[in-house]
T-cell receptor
């Protein structure tokens, strides 16, 4: 079972460049999420999508945009990368229930902005 | 909003028991989940408490007290492979995570 698949796994960008992180899940989940994790830190929610066609800001949305392309796919775009966006990015998906929501993470994307 | 507090580090020896506490201040609390993350890996789900009390899953147990806005994860019979970071999270559709507790198991 693939679960949550995100690409690319590693990327180096120059300041000001743009890029899109792709994420797909095959578990028929309603909700999808993008988190970032800085060294020694917890997971901070960037954006989430409670269902196909909807997206909402999380804790740290500035500098990012998202697209919920369909039920399976949820992409994260950096329009003009900054060194402060150097981080590990995790996509996740879950049933989206209010209470008891278990989410499943992708393997992470290591992004370095120089 | 959501705010979850947990200790930053815990060190213990193999075979010992470790308790990781998590206190929360949230509006509309929907239950507490715990996730494990090994260095360089993705977080994985460990347990979930919707109601007060203890949930046991093998060597790991999780406890919740809604009246005290408090929960904990109990790791028993510690093994070297338990060295990881552990995160508590509010189990709502928009999960908020604590900063994580790094558990180091020594021989």
């Amino acid at each position: 079972n693939a679960g949550v698949t995100q690409t690319p796994k590693f990327q180096v960008l120059k300041t000001g460049q743009s890029m899109t992180l792709q994420c797909a899940q095959d578990m028929n989940h309603n909700s999808m999420y993008w988190y970032r994790q800085d060294p020694g830190m917890g997971l901070r929610l960037i954006y989430y999508s409670a269902s196909e066609g909807t997206t909402d800001k999380g804790e740290v949305p500035n500098g990012y945009n998202v697209s919920r392309l369909n039920k399976r796919e949820f992409s994260l775009r950096l329009e003009s990368a900054a060194p402060s966006q150097t981080s590990v990015y995790f996509c996740a998906s879950g049933k989206g229930s209010r209470g008891g929501n278990t989410i499943y993470f992708g393997e992470g994307s290591w992004l370095t902005v120089v | 909003g959501q705010s979850l507090e947990q200790p930053s580090e815990v060190t213990a020896v193999e075979g010992a028991i470790v308790q990781i506490n998590c206190t929360y201040q949230t509006s509309g609390f929907y239950g507490l989940s715990w996730y494990q993350q090994h260095d360089g890996g993705a977080p994985t789900f460990l347990s979930y408490n919707a109601l007060d009390g203890l949930e046991e899953t093998g060597r790991f147990s999780s406890f919740l007290s809604r009246s005290d806005s408090y929960g904990y994860l109990l790791l028993q019979e510690l093994q070297m492979k338990d060295s990881a970071s552990y995160f508590c999270a509010e189990a709502d559709y928009k999960l908020s995570f604590g900063a994580g507790t790094t558990v180091t198991v020594r021989a």
